[in-house]
């Protein structure tokens, strides 16, 4: 069966796809894991380079996503959250790992989809919720939220300057009527969008819904340090990331072993990390790639590999 050409180009279509699989300098007996799963585009080009004794273990919460599961004895994909990665392992009798890839943020999928919610150019219910079965959605939050936990969201993660103003508009139009769709939303923010930043403060203020809805950042650390913990040593982390918050963090511990940014050094002024930059300077899509697939754009990719001896 021809895996390339199911749902070809549909539901998302991996940046830096040859850049972060390299990088995981593949051995064709060795146990992967791809914790994005969504269209199997990483995946796939993992078990082109595994041989017959090789293993993959893919993660993906979203039932879509198994639409394009694969058909390969040496295949396994996970409906779960990531950030249960040691968990899920040991139930599938997995101790240490030789590789581990992310393709973080939002598929095309998502964004393409208007009853998810994911963008602000469809009008649908305002849900955004990854795990279709989770509890909270975006709605949840715009409803139910203190004025001041809404303030918060924006800022952190939409980096929204009036954060502040944003969230006094949403308490006083949810005192008349309950905020279900992502039309009203945009109402609400019209009076904060300038013509020449529409489209920039709007995919802020949808981002920072998002990652509250799902938890991402909680998530992306929780994750982390599980693979750091699974990784055999010599193994290797490629992480994708979209925007400024999940760079910053993947860039901290890749560094530092923490998420803080903070350099440790042992009495002789050696650092104590437990990683290896394999790529110093940040791996961006090319022009090429750019113009091909314009969502890969804000996409910044990021190697590590863990070392032979843990210095923490």
Not at 8 to 19: D, G, K, M
Not at 131 to 140: E, F, K, M, T, V
Not at 239 to 246: A, G, Q, R
Not at 257 to 266: A, S
Request: net charge positive; hydrophobic share 35%.
């Amino acid at each position: 069966m021809d895996t390339d050409n199911i749902f070809p180009n549909t539901y998302h279509t991996p940046a830096l796809l040859n850049e972060s699989i390299d990088g995981l300098n593949i051995m064709p007996s060795g146990v992967y894991v791809d914790v994005t799963f969504g269209g199997g585009g990483h995946s796939r080009e993992i078990l082109k380079r595994l041989g017959d004794q090789g293993r993959l273990i893919a993660f993906d919460q979203d039932k879509d996503a198994f639409r394009n599961s694969i058909p390969d004895p040496r295949f396994t994909l996970v409906h779960g959250n990531f950030r249960f990665l040691k968990n899920f392992l040991r139930f599938y009798n997995v101790d240490s790992i030789d590789g581990l890839i992310a393709d973080l943020g939002v598929s095309s999928h998502h964004f393409d989809e208007s009853s998810r919610g994911f963008s602000f150019r469809f009008k649908g219910d305002l849900d955004m919720r990854m795990n279709q079965n989770a509890n909270i959605s975006a709605a949840d939050i715009l409803n139910e939220y203190t004025a001041d936990k809404l303030s918060d969201i924006f800022y952190r993660y939409g980096e929204l300057k009036n954060s502040r103003k944003i969230a006094a508009s949403i308490v006083k139009f949810r005192e008349s009527q309950k905020i279900k769709k992502t039309d009203e939303f945009l109402s609400i923010l019209e009076p904060y969008t300038r013509r020449d930043k529409e489209k920039k403060v709007l995919a802020q203020a949808f981002q920072a819904l998002r990652i509250e809805v799902n938890k991402e950042m909680d998530t992306l650390t929780d994750m982390l340090r599980q693979a750091l913990q699974v990784m055999k040593p010599e193994g290797r982390i490629s992480v994708i990331s979209y925007h400024s918050l999940e760079d910053r963090l993947v860039k901290n511990f890749f560094k530092t072993g923490n998420f803080e940014g903070r350099l440790e050094k042992d009495f002789y002024g050696n650092p104590l990390t437990p990683f290896r930059l394999v790529n110093r300077k940040v791996i961006v899509p090319s022009d090429e790639e750019q113009k091909a697939n314009p969502r890969s754009r804000s996409a910044k990719l990021r190697i590590a590999e863990k070392l032979l001896f843990d210095k923490i």
